[in-house]
């Protein structure tokens, strides 16, 4: 089993691509090669192969890694399933974790959402995506600090806001506030309930 993340950047046209592409794909080199393991095609357009348990995470630190520059936002779908064809990019492999990733990012645009997951398994399905929707209220909010804070807090999740605060060069309040402000408790949440009930999709 596989998940399959298929996204593309909200209001790119309006910006360089020097200001959000570099660090996606910094980000994406951490995670894999290219084309093998993601793609980002049509200028503003990415396919990511990982493994499940990473799904949710890395669609989360994505969407924070886009939101740190202002007004940019993504939308992606997450499809868990099977490979059933490994072409020479993600792009030309299939299978149903392909299919349910492009056909849940279709759903997205056409439902102005940005973020939703299928697994084969819909009662998880419903449930993940009701949470994940009520997520969104205040992911889709994120400032460009909020944005920064849930990066430094996914990229060290053992560190704490004083070791924080001696990077930022601020106060361990400001810390806290702005976690508080970015709702880094319920992503958290979110991605602990996640890591408990995702399984092996029905194919």
């Known amino acids: 089993m596989i998940a399959v993340l298929t996204g593309d950047i909200i209001n790119s046209a309006g910006y360089n691509t020097s200001e959000w592409l570099p660090k996606l794909k910094e980000y994406f080199l951490a995670l894999g090669n290219t084309p093998q393991d993601w ?16 799904a949710m995470e890395v669609a989360i630190y994505i969407k924070a890694l886009i939101k740190t520059t202002k007004n940019l936002d993504v939308r992606i779908g997450i499809g868990l ?31 102005k959402i940005n973020l939703a997951i299928a697994t084969g398994d819909l009662q998880l399905d419903d449930t993940l995506n009701l949470i994940l929707k009520l997520g969104l209220d205040f992911m889709d909010a994120w400032s460009v600090v909020s944005a920064e804070i849930i990066i430094m807090a996914l990229k060290n999740p053992k560190t704490s806001q004083t070791e924080f605060a001696n990077q930022l060069k601020i106060q361990q309040s400001a810390v806290s506030q702005r976690q508080k402000r970015a709702r ?15 399984k092996n999709p029905q194919s």
């Open 39 to 54: 793609e980002i095609y049509r200028g503003d357009e990415f396919q990511l192969r990982i493994v499940p348990e990473k």
């Open 81 to 111: 399933g099977e490979e059933d064809f490994k072409g020479s990019g993600v792009s030309e492999s299939n299978g149903t974790a392909y299919q349910r990733s492009g056909r849940t990012l279709s759903f997205l645009k056409e439902k």
């Open 184 to 198: 880094l408790d319920l992503v958290k949440d979110l991605l602990n309930y996640y890591h408990k009930n995702y």
